[in-house]
């Protein structure tokens, strides 16, 4: 499964707003939706420690 398919289940699962769950990654909304479209890549080592968190 691709990182932007399985980060927008998550997102639905999680029944959060993209624009909120963008800032509580401290992305921005542009920048989810490129990851979720698959034209961006997340930093996977700070976004997976974000993902812990959360």
Same mark, same amino acid.
Request: charged content about 20%.
């Given at each position: #499964? !691709? %990182?932007?398919?399985?980060? +927008? +289940?998550?997102? +639905?699962?999680?029944?959060?707003? !993209? %624009?909120? @769950? *963008?800032?509580? #990654?401290? #992305? %921005?909304? &542009?920048?989810? &939706?490129?990851?979720? !479209?698959?034209?961006?890549?997340? @930093?996977?080592? !700070? @976004?997976?420690?974000?993902? *812990?968190?959360?």
């Amino acid at each position: #499964m !691709k %990182t932007g398919k399985l980060l +927008e +289940e998550l997102i +639905e699962i999680a029944q959060s707003p !993209k %624009t909120d @769950f *963008a800032i509580s #990654m401290n #992305m %921005t909304p &542009s920048g989810l &939706s490129k990851i979720l !479209k698959g034209r961006r890549l997340p @930093f996977l080592p !700070k @976004f997976c420690m974000a993902q *812990a968190v959360i």
